[in-house]
């Protein structure tokens, strides 16, 4: 085998997750030669892309459905981003402040709200406890209806004034391969249009064969392709243990910005996915942008033509995979929410049902200050975990020991990225016999009290 045209690493897909690994190999290890091979022509064209998340740093004092212990986890990966953005001078530019609140209406979810900031707040300092008053000062929508009179309902809100909160994910993309190839010392190669077909692994090099006949070689290989992650998987015989239900999620958008920044809804914790919830859109000039909606598509990706064999082939219905739609589908909430998703699609009556959630966040909202937002959203593919009969929530890693690592990372996998990486860096360089300049990683991007 001739050593000069095999690298080192290649990373499969170019999304914020591939992106950022690509960046972290070439800052901080002795690696000398890597590749990144994306199947379109520019990186994050898919779920990294600003249209198809709600550009959320997701750090954990805002999302309900975290845990004490996800939501630690989930701050440190996410003050990275932060310090990247920093330590380039991309504030105001691709990451952003805004204000940002979990709001809690009537009075059970009150109740949750004010124990969850008392449980909170010694990880979180910055939070602060809004009532009505001053809910009504920050975010006046939330407060007045569409009789100009005060919302009736008992309300309270969590959050935070003066954090980076927005982050226009398929910006960072970009700049992580601009700022990855400035190390001339490394060997940094992209191939653009090239989709991977087959992955095998011939004595100890991994083939990566192309749709367009081509083939690379590497001693080790990361996929970080999206929902296509599973799919190729499967292919080498690797996770057959789990499926893949992709869901997609839609927005509807307004034409002027509403709200003054983030806010969010108590998540349903029957539901393994994202309350409703308005945010401020880096793609339109801050027009306030709602969702995401959920939505089952027997697609692997959002506004691409295909892919809907590769969906039944990740999917891997058996019998587990049955009784796991049963489990979902026998709870009378789960049913009601998957149906009225379907609904929000529905042109004419989808916008009206909306509508009526959306209320639950600006009592004053009507039907002409919205529209279903054309071209936004994407495809997250959640993995059905076939030995447990679950529907998994987050993110999942396949990591072979056989120098392949397949990453699935829906929400959130854009705030997790660099921390991803960086679990995957310690792993590429215990396999090759590199080294990992940790003490750097960590001043640059770790923040001084989470530095472990």
């Not at 991309?90 to 009075?107: C, S, T």
């Not at 809004?130 to 100009?148: C, Q, R, Y």
């Amino acid at each position: 085998m001739n050593e000069n045209d095999t690298y080192e690493v290649i990373i499969v897909g170019g999304g914020i997750s591939g992106a950022a690994l690509f960046y972290e190999l070439s800052q901080y290890t002795d690696l000398t030669k890597i590749a990144l091979l994306e199947k379109y022509e520019e990186v994050a064209t898919l779920n990294s892309n600003a249209t198809a998340n709600s550009q959320t740093i997701h750090c954990g004092d805002i999302e309900t459905n975290y845990t004490y212990d996800k939501a630690e986890k989930v701050k440190r990966t996410a003050k990275m981003v932060e310090k990247y953005c920093l330590q380039y001078g991309y504030e105001d530019k691709m990451m952003f402040k805004h204000q940002k609140m979990a709001i809690g209406i009537g009075y059970s979810e009150c109740r949750f709200i004010k124990n969850r900031f008392e449980e909170f707040k010694p990880l979180y300092p910055y939070l602060e406890l809004f009532d009505k008053a001053a809910l009504e000062e920050i975010e006046p929508s939330l407060i007045v209806d569409e009789n100009g009179k005060g919302r009736d309902e008992e309300i309270v809100g969590m959050g935070a004034r003066n954090e980076y909160t927005t982050v226009n994910f398929k910006a960072v993309s970009d700049t992580f391969i601009e700022n990855a190839k400035k190390n001339t010392e490394i060997q940094t190669d992209i191939f653009f249009n090239s989709q991977v077909d087959k992955i095998e692994k011939i004595d100890d090099i991994f083939h990566l064969y192309t749709t367009d006949k081509k083939v690379y070689k590497s001693k080790m290989v990361v996929v970080d392709a999206g929902a296509h992650s599973l799919f190729l998987a499967h292919q080498m015989g690797h996770g057959l243990n789990y499926g893949q239900l992709p869901m997609a999620g839609s927005f509807y958008k307004a034409d002027r910005a509403i709200l003054n920044g983030k806010v969010y809804m108590v998540q349903n914790p029957k539901l393994p996915f994202a309350a409703l919830h308005g945010d401020p859109d880096v793609t339109l000039d801050g027009a306030t942008r709602f969702g995401p909606t959920a939505l089952a598509l027997p697609k692997l990706e959002r506004f691409k033509s295909g892919t809907y064999l590769d969906f039944f082939k990740t999917l891997r219905l058996d019998t587990n995979v049955i009784k796991i739609f049963y489990e979902l589908l026998s709870d009378g909430e789960i049913r009601n929410y998957i149906l009225r998703n379907f609904l929000f699609e529905v042109p004419y009556f989808g916008k009206r049902a909306f509508l009526k959630d959306a209320r639950k966040i600006i009592p004053s909202l009507q039907v002409s200050d919205i529209e279903y937002a054309k071209g936004f959203g994407g495809v997250r593919g959640q993995i059905l975990d076939k030995d447990n009969q679950k529907l998994m929530l987050g993110e999942a890693t396949i990591n072979t020991g056989e120098g392949i690592i397949f990453n699935m990372t829906p929400s959130p996998g854009a705030t997790s990225c660099l921390g991803n990486a960086q679990r995957d860096v310690v792993l590429i360089c215990e396999f090759l016999g590199k080294k990992f300049d940790e003490d750097t990683f960590n001043k640059d991007l770790v923040e001084e009290n989470n530095n472990e």
